[in-house]
């Protein structure tokens, strides 16, 4: 099997990121437990967006012992507006094993790491490379675009066949510096072989090995089968006030946005008209009602279209039904400590 790169590409490679690197908090560390929560944030989200995050993460739980320990609630209020809350279950998952099977410290080796919850092949790859300098590949979306450019390679992408075999000849490529060969894979995928016609090819230290370039089929690689079409479903919000407390409701343990909080919200675009019976099926009594603007909000598979009502409720009526699992939150209680998820972000200036 032929190595992805030679040893002088390898070596272009390093001196490039050498210069070339943006100074991100998590390169300033080799700590293998920083750099797994940089990798697991950074896997849905912007460099930009993630650094607050990082940062705040990192104060309120400095090592793995305390990620174990953090009741969920306040877990999920750090994640809150990143997204793809799974994400940070399996990582609170994952620190527990690393406390009760390998006493705290992150077990070093690929093959241990990849056994964690919420850690595959990219995130196993990234941590034994950047924080141990395993010689191991790490492959996402970014290094994906860099290895189809360079090769001029037409095989899509997102093919489990793909990704095997490219992985399999990109281990072939790492030298002992492997954080540095990962991460200048990444940057140069985040910042110079970037896609949407916008690659910078003239100041990519590739430029003379990459086959894309040659041929003037940068724009056409990588392709990528099409994707299934987003469903789109309608949902009528509602936000339900007294004047001092807001209606929540925790969302089911599995599925989209599972366990969170989140306005109360039904299918369908409902009527001004319907809605005293379903707020009176809720147990509250609708003293007036104030439609709002309209929102979209994109998952990875789904797009929520909604529509939404500003309730005024009598504070009387506070006796739910048990089984609506609705909530009555004192309005700066709810700031402080409940994690609304970003799908309701059009509405939270109404909280
Ligand atoms: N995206 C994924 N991993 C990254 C890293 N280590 N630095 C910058 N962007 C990234």
Known sequence: MEA??????????????????RDLPWRRTRDPYCIWLSEIMLQQTRVEAVKPYYARFLEVCPTVRE????????LLKLWEGLGYYSRARNLQ???????????????????????????????????????????VPAIDGNVLRVLARVS????????????????????????????????SLIE???????????????????????????????????VRSAKKPRRIEARTVLI???GERTALCKRPPKGLLAGLYEL???????????LPSLIRSLGFEPLQIQRLEDAKHIFSHIEWHMIAYAVRISPEFDGWHDTSGMLLVQNDDLHQNYAIPSAFSAYVKYL
């Open 4 to 21: 992805f790169f030679d040893k002088p590409t390898v070596a272009d490679l390093l001196l490039w990121y050498a210069s070339n690197k």
């Open 67 to 74: 990620l174990a320990n953090l009741p969920e609630e306040r």
């Open 93 to 135: 998952k994952a620190a527990r094993v690393v406390v009760e099977q390998y006493g705290g410290e992150m077990p070093r080796a690929y093959g241990d790491l990849l056994a964690l919850p919420g850690i595959g092949e990219y995130t196993a790859g990234a941590i034994a490379s950047i924080a141990y300098n395993e010689r």
């Open 152 to 183: 001029g390679s037409r095989e899509e992408i997102t093919k489990d066949d793909t990704k095997r075999r490219w992985r399999e000849r990109l281990a072939l490529s790492v030298p002992a510096q492997a954080g540095d060969f990962t991460q």
């Open 188 to 222: 140069l995928g985040a910042t110079v072989c970037v896609p949407n016609g916008e690659a910078k090819c003239e100041i990519c230290p590739l430029r003379e090995v990459c086959v894309a370039r040659r041929e003037g089929s940068i724009d056409e690689i990588p």
């Open 240 to 242: 339900l006030q007294d």
């Open 264 to 274: 109360p919200n039904r299918p369908g675009h409902l009527t001004a008209e319907e």
